[in-house]
């Protein structure tokens, strides 16, 4: 389980996402499709959004319209998009650390981490 990408993954959850069953796969597929569909809706979606309000305001499309050629600041609304990125980050962050504690129960709990009697703490 990795926090961070540049984190390994252990050897012992190495062996319990080895011998999970089919359907402790799928769980473990729809815990990580949720925790994508998270992160792309806090940071990857508001940083999207805030480099496009950035590149606008650095160089708008042709034929623009006069209204819109004010300064910086009153063209795009870059400064809420960089708002609902960083609180996107901090609501994140706290979560990440919930989901992972969550999925180190949920291999914890797998039928042969059960039988080799694996804990929370062993992974």
Not at 116 to 122: L, S
């Amino acid at each position: 389980m990795r926090l961070f990408l540049w984190q390994r993954e252990s050897k012992t959850v190495k062996n319990v996402r080895h011998h999970m069953t089919t359907r402790e796969k799928w769980r473990l597929y729809l815990y990580q499709g949720l925790y994508g569909a998270w992160y792309g809706l806090t940071v990857a979606l508001p940083f999207g959004f805030l480099v496009a309000c950035v590149s606008w305001s650095l160089r708008p499309p042709p034929d623009v319209p006069e209204w819109m050629t004010m300064p910086f600041f009153y063209r795009t609304p870059w400064p809420i998009a960089l708002g609902v990125l960083l609180v996107g980050v901090a609501i994140n962050i706290p979560v990440v650390i919930y989901l992972q504690r969550k999925l180190k129960r949920f291999l914890a709990s797998s039928k042969w981490a059960r039988s080799q009697g694996y804990t929370v703490d062993d992974l």
